[in-house]
């Protein structure tokens, strides 16, 4: 993919359009980036290495299958921010005509 | 239902774990049904800055049930991801899934469900399971997502857990996919992993090719007849697409239950779009042999292997066994009966037939039958020793489902018995010769019209009369009056 391509094709993942001046200056830290990353290319046989998920190297925790009441005092206020109607969340049409 | 032109069927069929207390990341009530919207939430499956996600270990135990009772490989580390899209039913523009694709893997994969369709068995392939969070309920006021201005949501479900099952492309028809499902089902119900009668928590997105063309993604059907129904309208569909040499677009479409089409969907996305990444917040967490093991020593007995048991154990065929296997309280019914009767071929017979009719009829719910194993025994003991006719015994059926009628009460009391005195059945027959005499002058010369004299005892009789004595006492009478 040539790199202004990428460009466009990075504002249509993230929903977002950038002006010329913006475009410019993204390009050039894009850039840098993939400049960067260039240096993965460098590591062979990289099967021998696991991959890695977490930057922490930790064992992911897990817990027991029971309700808690701190959840339910924190109820009320997590609702704050929406436009309710008959207590459902009011959201836009999902279907083009 | 025949279909000349090659079909390829490959189901997503997501279930909620309703066997669970608590959603998947936040220690939440799951039990959302009775609730009022959005009153079962928390920061986390919100999705809230700062809020962590944690797992809920019986989540990982059930997904790894399922693994094992599909036959599926199962992957030694849990990896959570990120799937990003933007659509009203997930509040932080994400979904906790897990991905099948470069550097990650699903909880299990490379599986297989065994079927029977005709007769003949069949495998279709499981591709993949993936542990995962249900995202919220889109409620559509005017019913429809069709005719509605705007949608309303209920977060409710957001973070409820949910096993997406997929198959690979092996479904030729949609009555396959009818009885595929219906097994799956039935395994994930000995499991003891989900209700799939609760409303939303069995929904199924299929793809379909016809003729080898593009593959259509149909979603949000809701019900095993439902997935019947979306998947021959869309066969027809593009069948007359084709027939008029156009051909048919990939895209993705919507199962409109209400007026039972489908209509296209503004998603188009491909998989590059959600972005998938390992999700920071969830560490991996190891599988380890020993932990499998232990969950597979909880495992009841599976579908499968209950059709093997009762073809030996009863000596029943494989398709009587696996009609009474699938409807896995039928078959309880029918183990417990099978301790005081052992006449297991009638058994299995009447209560697939007559007794499974009747439920269905009345559209009970198994769990509100009436009807007891002793029941059943009795009914079918009054029938060997010959006090009860057949006709009789269906006749009884109904009230035995619906109302759990003690056969051997309601028979004394209302002398419901077969007819089998001989002499008062005589006395009867009598009646009948002299009130139809042409009729027996006509089974006189032709023996086969003697069924018009035995259908007027059983009609004077009220089907009590015991037909073998009938027709015996009926050649008798014809021949001693000759």
Same mark, same amino acid.
């Given at each position: 993919?040539?790199?202004?391509? !990428?460009?466009?094709?990075?504002?249509?993942?993230?929903?977002?359009?950038?002006?010329?001046?913006?475009?410019?200056?993204?390009?050039?830290?894009?850039?840098?980036? !993939?400049?960067?990353?260039?240096? !993965? $290319?460098?590591?062979?046989?990289?099967?021998?290495?696991?991959?890695?998920?977490? *930057?922490? $190297?930790?064992?992911?925790?897990?817990?027991?299958?029971?309700?808690?009441?701190? *959840?339910?005092?924190?109820?009320?206020?997590?609702? !704050?921010?929406?436009?309710?109607?008959?207590?459902?969340?009011?959201?836009?049409?999902?279907?083009?005509? | 239902?025949?279909?000349?032109?090659?079909?390829?069927?490959?189901?997503?069929?997501?279930?909620?774990?309703?066997?669970?207390?608590?959603?998947?990341?936040?220690?939440?009530?799951?039990?959302?049904? +009775?609730?009022?919207?959005?009153?079962?939430?928390?920061?986390?499956?919100? /999705?809230?800055?700062?809020?962590?996600?944690?797992?809920?270990?019986?989540?990982?135990?059930? %997904?790894?049930?399922?693994? @094992? %009772?599909?036959?599926?490989?199962i992957?030694?580390?849990?990896?959570?991801?990120?799937?990003?899209?933007?659509?009203?039913?997930?509040?932080?523009?994400?979904?906790?899934?897990?991905?099948?694709?470069?550097?990650?893997?699903?909880?299990?994969?490379? /599986?297989?469900?065994?079927?029977?369709?005709?007769?003949?068995?069949?495998?279709?392939?499981i591709?993949?399971?993936?542990?995962?969070?249900?995202? /919220?309920?889109?409620?559509?006021?005017t019913?429809?997502?069709?005719?509605?201005?705007?949608?309303?949501?209920?977060?409710?479900?957001?973070?409820?857990?949910?096993l997406? &099952?997929v198959?690979?492309?092996?479904?030729?028809?949609?009555?396959?996919?009818?009885?595929?499902?219906?097994?799956?089902?039935?395994?994930?119900?000995?499991?003891?992993?989900?209700d799939?009668?609760?409303?939303?928590?069995?929904?199924?997105?299929?793809?379909?090719?016809?003729?080898?063309?593009?593959?259509?993604?149909?979603?949000?059907? /809701?019900?095993?007849?439902?997935?019947?129904?979306?998947?021959?309208?869309?066969?027809?569909?593009?069948?007359?697409?084709?027939?008029?040499?156009?051909?048919?677009?990939?895209?993705?479409?919507?199962?409109?239950? +209400?007026?039972?089409?489908?209509? #296209?969907?503004?998603?188009?996305?491909?998989?590059?779009?959600?972005?998938?990444? #390992?999700?920071?917040?969830? #560490?991996?967490?190891? &599988?380890?042999?020993?932990?499998?093991?232990? &969950?597979?020593?909880?495992?009841?007995?599976?579908?499968?292997?209950?059709?093997?048991?009762?073809?030996?154990?009863?000596?029943?065929?494989?398709?009587?066994?696996?009609?009474?296997?699938?409807?896995?309280?039928?078959?309880?019914?029918?183990?417990?009966?099978?301790?005081?009767?052992n006449?297991? @071929?009638?058994?299995?017979?009447?209560?697939?037939?007559?007794?499974?009719?009747?439920?269905?009829?009345f559209?009970?719910?198994?769990?509100?039958?009436?009807?007891?194993?002793?029941?059943?025994? @009795?009914?079918?003991?009054?029938?060997?020793?010959?006090?009860?006719?057949?006709?009789?015994?269906?006749?009884?059926?109904?009230? &035995?489902?619906?109302?759990?009628?003690?056969?051997?009460?309601?028979? @004394?009391?209302?002398?419901? +018995?077969?007819?089998?005195?001989?002499?008062?059945?005589?006395?009867?027959?009598?009646?009948?010769?002299?009130?139809?005499?042409?009729?027996?002058?006509?089974?006189?010369?032709? #023996?086969?019209?003697?069924?018009?004299?035995?259908?007027?005892?059983?009609?004077?009789?009220?089907?009590?009369a015991?037909?073998q004595?009938?027709?015996?006492?009926?050649r008798?009478?014809?021949q001693?009056?000759?």
């Amino acid at each position: 993919m040539q790199r202004e391509d !990428l460009i466009s094709y990075l504002e249509r993942l993230v929903l977002v359009r950038f002006t010329e001046s913006e475009r410019k200056r993204i390009m050039e830290e894009i850039n840098k980036i !993939l400049d960067f990353f260039k240096s !993965l $290319d460098e590591i062979k046989e990289l099967d021998n290495y696991e991959p890695l998920f977490h *930057v922490h $190297d930790i064992e992911g925790p897990t817990r027991e299958d029971e309700p808690s009441h701190e *959840v339910e005092l924190q109820r009320s206020d997590v609702m !704050l921010n929406a436009v309710l109607e008959k207590g459902y969340v009011k959201a836009p049409r999902t279907i083009e005509e | 239902m025949s279909f000349e032109i090659p079909v390829k069927i490959g189901l997503e069929i997501h279930v909620q774990i309703t066997a669970l207390k608590t959603k998947l990341f936040c220690a939440t009530k799951a039990d959302y049904r +009775s609730e009022e919207p959005n009153t079962l939430l928390c920061p986390t499956c919100l /999705g809230l800055p700062g809020a962590l996600p944690k797992v809920n270990k019986k989540a990982i135990e059930y %997904a790894i049930m399922v693994a @094992k %009772a599909l036959n599926c490989r199962i992957a030694p580390k849990l990896i959570f991801c990120r799937k990003h899209y933007f659509y009203p039913d997930m509040v932080k523009n994400y979904q906790i899934s897990q991905y099948d694709g470069p550097g990650s893997t699903p909880i299990a994969s490379n /599986g297989f469900v065994r079927i029977i369709v005709d007769g003949k068995p069949k495998i279709v392939r499981i591709r993949r399971i993936n542990l995962e969070e249900d995202p /919220g309920r889109i409620h559509y006021p005017t019913g429809s997502l069709l005719t509605s201005k705007y949608s309303l949501v209920d977060y409710n479900r957001s973070g409820i857990a949910l096993l997406e &099952i997929v198959t690979e492309p092996d479904i030729e028809s949609p009555r396959e996919a009818r009885i595929f499902l219906e097994k799956l089902i039935a395994i994930l119900e000995y499991l003891g992993v989900t209700d799939t009668r609760l409303e939303g928590a069995f929904r199924v997105d299929a793809n379909i090719s016809v003729a080898d063309q593009a593959r259509v993604e149909i979603k949000n059907i /809701g019900s095993i007849k439902d997935v019947e129904r979306a998947l021959t309208y869309e066969i027809l569909r593009q069948k007359s697409i084709i027939q008029k040499g156009g051909t048919v677009s990939r895209e993705t479409r919507h199962w409109d239950s +209400s007026s039972k089409v489908t209509v #296209p969907l503004r998603i188009k996305e491909f998989e590059e779009d959600y972005r998938y990444f #390992p999700d920071p917040d969830l #560490p991996p967490i190891t &599988i380890s042999k020993e932990w499998i093991e232990e &969950i597979e020593k909880r495992m009841p007995e599976l579908p499968d292997a209950r059709i093997e048991r009762f073809v030996k154990q009863y000596g029943l065929d494989e398709y009587r066994a696996q009609v009474l296997v699938l409807n896995k309280w039928l078959a309880d019914l029918f183990e417990e009966a099978a301790k005081e009767y052992n006449n297991y @071929k009638s058994l299995a017979d009447w209560l697939i037939t007559d007794f499974l009719r009747w439920v269905k009829e009345f559209n009970v719910d198994p769990s509100r039958v009436k009807a007891t194993p002793k029941h059943i025994v @009795k009914l079918l003991k009054l029938l060997d020793e010959g006090l009860i006719s057949v006709r009789m015994a269906k006749e009884l059926m109904p009230k &035995i489902v619906l109302e759990g009628v003690d056969v051997e009460s309601f028979v @004394k009391q209302h002398g419901f +018995s077969k007819l089998s005195d001989e002499s008062e059945l005589r006395r009867v027959v009598e009646e009948v010769f002299r009130e139809y005499p042409r009729a027996v002058e006509d089974a006189r010369r032709n #023996p086969k019209a003697i069924n018009f004299l035995v259908g007027a005892v059983m009609k004077k009789t009220k089907g009590r009369a015991d037909p073998q004595l009938t027709i015996r006492i009926i050649r008798e009478l014809l021949q001693s009056q000759q």
